[in-house]
Nanobody, 115 residues
């Protein structure tokens, strides 16, 4: 089992920045990749970024050049640095871990960008 706890969501003005954190615990040796997703009201959950243990990173076109994923392996934590935020970035952001036999999800953290 893997447990994921997100933090860092907040209310921010357009053009501002936030950094989300995702702390992983449990059977983290089974994790092959991690990612961030988001879901806005009335919309499907969508991919923001994925990052494999081998270093391959894939960003959604809507966040390229503005969002950056990073890892602190010593802290078992993945970060999502979000710059130049737009109102359309408003969503609940979820951390995901892709295991060898199943995927794991955090509880989500709310990001609200005001115009």
């Amino acid at each position: 089992q893997v447990q994921l706890v997100e933090s860092g969501g907040d209310l921010v003005q357009a053009g501002g920045s936030l950094r989300l954190s995702c702390a992983a615990s449990g059977s983290i040796f089974s994790i092959n990749a991690m990612g961030w997703y988001r879901q806005s009201p009335g919309k499907r959950r969508e991919l923001v970024v994925t990052n494999t243990s081998g270093g391959f990173t894939n960003y959604a076109d809507s966040v390229k050049g503005r969002f950056t994923i990073s890892r602190d392996n010593a802290k078992n934590t993945v970060y999502l640095q979000m710059n130049s935020l737009k109102p359309e970035d408003t969503a609940v952001y979820y951390c995901a871990a892709y295991g060898s036999t199943r995927d794991y999800w955090g509880q989500g953290t709310q990001v609200t960008v005001s115009s």
